[in-house]
Nanobody, 123 residues
Framework: QVQLVESGGGLVQAGGSLRLSCTAS????????MGWFRQAPGKERKFVAA????????DYADSVKGRFTISRDNAKNTVYLQMNSLIPEDTAVYYC????????????????WGQGTQVTVSS
């Protein structure tokens, strides 16, 4: 079992920045792709960004491309999401996920999930 703990959420004005962090409890973290997803009120959870195990490749949803950056530090079992130029539409609960399987693509499926951290962007 893998435990993922997110931090770094909060309230920020439009145009501001936040950095989310997610630390995994298991050393095998470094062998899996990691992803960030978000769920706005009344909507389905959606893919935001993902990074391969070696950090050799990243993928972003069109809505955040050019504004968000995913990175990871395998020595610290931690993945980050740097969010710049935030807009009110970015308001959501953000979830960190560890893929934990070799099937599918870097966007899906993910087997392990954190508890989520709230990001609120005011206009």
């Amino acid at each position: 079992q893998v435990q993922l703990v997110e931090s770094g959420g909060g309230l920020v004005q439009a145009g501001g920045s936040l950095r989310l962090s997610c630390t995994a409890s298991r050393r095998t973290f470094s062998t899996w792709p990691m992803g960030w997803f978000r769920q706005a009120p009344g909507k389905e959870r959606k893919f935001v960004a993902a990074i391969t195990a070696s950090s050799g490749s990243t993928d972003y949803a069109d809505s955040v491309k050019g504004r968000f950056t995913i990175s990871r530090d395998n020595a610290k079992n931690t993945v980050y999401l740097q969010m710049n130029s935030l807009i009110p539409e970015d308001t959501a609960v953000y979830y960190c996920a560890a893929k934990g399987t070799s099937i599918g693509t870097i966007r899906s499926p993910y087997n392990y999930w954190g508890q989520g951290t709230q990001v609120t962007v005011s206009s």
